[in-house]
């Protein structure tokens, strides 16, 4: 029986779902789910991501967190945590730009945070078996500051959807048609709770998920110190719009054409998460497109020492660049935003503070 079977089955006895436990189904599901069971990733995969395009993206992480080591005012001991570390290459890329500043690497103590079984034996193929691997956040142990990176986590996490009728909001839900088969539908009554004035068709997403995971951020780097560094797609404004999507070899599908065999994700709530955030007691910086953050970190210039040291690799290394940080590619639609402890502020984000 596939998922999909399964949650026909489910949903006809049951009733439908909300969108949020459908992409859970989807996700985690332990027998189905795309990350629990097939992620992936790579041009040979589903998706590709920023650090999967260049080294360049990963060697600038890894130089921003050396300088936020720095102006915390180089701890003997530091957590370096990277949430969703994907099959590692911009962990390896981090590690590697890290034994170039002098204590930096002797001071980490890296963990990886991964849901994802067969993620985590990739990770560890790649990296080896000396760092520590965990399943949630909160397994995170010890008491040092943290430096964490999370590159295309949120837009996994789940969210909810709302469309606007005439005079009320209707949540959207996953059941089952005449036919027999998925379909989106809306709930008969009224959702509640405090949601803003929209004209009619707008559809609101709320992840409680995305802000759980900003909350537990903003606690970590006020009682522990540090930062954390969130690059995704999504919205830097708070806004409408279906932004639901499945993507299977590079192609988006219908949601629930194939439950468990795509990719399924959310645009990011960066506002909701860095709102959370604050509420923990920690800072926020303005948002910035992954654009605006290579450029000050440097992107043109390594770009150029790259391609000076090898010429025939030159034209490959420009479009590279121009893939994470051109408008029309990966520069505009994907954001980076920073949390961080009081009395300090992460390097690339001064002019944003």
């Known amino acids: 029986m596939s998922l999909r079977e399964r949650l026909i089955r489910q949903l006809t006895t049951s009733g439908p779902i909300d969108v949020d436990q459908?992409?859970?189904?989807?996700?985690?599901?332990?027998d189905f789910g795309y990350y629990a069971t097939r992620p992936a990733l790579g041009a040979a995969g589903d998706f590709i991501t920023a650090p999967l395009v260049s080294q360049m993206f990963g060697e600038l992480i890894g130089l921003w967190l050396a300088e936020c080591w720095t102006r915390l005012g180089r701890p003997c001991a530091v957590r370096l945590v990277e949430v969703g570390p994907g099959d590692g290459t911009l962990m390896g890329d981090i590690l590697r730009v890290a034994t170039l500043v002098p204590g930096f690497r002797?001071?980490?103590?890296?963990?990886?945070?991964?849901?994802?079984?067969?993620?985590?034996?990739r990770q560890q193929e790649r990296l080896g078996d000396r760092l520590h691997w965990v399943g949630a956040l909160s397994e995170v142990a010890g008491e040092a500051p943290v430096l964490l990176i999370a590159n295309e986590l949120l837009d996994c996490l789940p969210a909810r959807q709302f469309v606007r009728r005439d005079r009320a909001w209707a949540?959207?839900?996953v059941g089952v048609d005449a036919d027999g088969g998925l379909a989106f539908g809306l709930a008969r009554t009224p959702a509640q709770g405090l949601l803003p004035d929209a004209p009619p068709g707008a559809v609101l997403e709320v992840s409680?998920?995305?802000?759980?995971?900003?909350?537990h951020l903003g606690r970590l780097v006020a009682d522990h110190g540090g930062a954390a560094l969130?690059?995704?797609?999504?919205?830097?404004?708070?806004g409408f719009g279906d932004t639901l999507q499945a993507l299977l070899a590079h192609a988006k599908v219908d949601p629930l054409a194939c439950p468990g065999e795509a990719d399924l994700t959310v645009h990011a709530d960066f506002p909701a998460v860095l709102a959370a955030a604050r509420e923990q007691g920690a800072l926020t910086a303005t948002i910035l497109t992954q654009a605006e953050l290579l450029s000050r970190l440097g992107v043109v210039e390594r770009c150029a020492a790259l391609s000076a040291s090898r010429p025939d690799k030159a034209s490959q290394l420009a479009r590279q660049r121009e893939r994470l940080t051109a408008a029309d590619q990966m520069g505009e639609l994907f954001k980076a935003a920073c949390i961080h402890s009081p009395g300090w502020i992460p390097p690339a984000f001064e002019e944003a503070a």
């Open 106 to 121: 002797e001071a980490l103590e890296v963990w990886l945070v991964e849901a994802s079984a067969p993620l985590a034996q």
């Open 22 to 30: 459908y992409m859970t189904a989807c996700l985690h599901d332990p």
């Open 171 to 173: 949540e959207r839900l």
């Open 208 to 215: 409680s998920a995305q802000a759980a995971f900003g909350a």
């Open 230 to 238: 969130l690059i995704d797609y999504g919205r830097a404004e708070p």
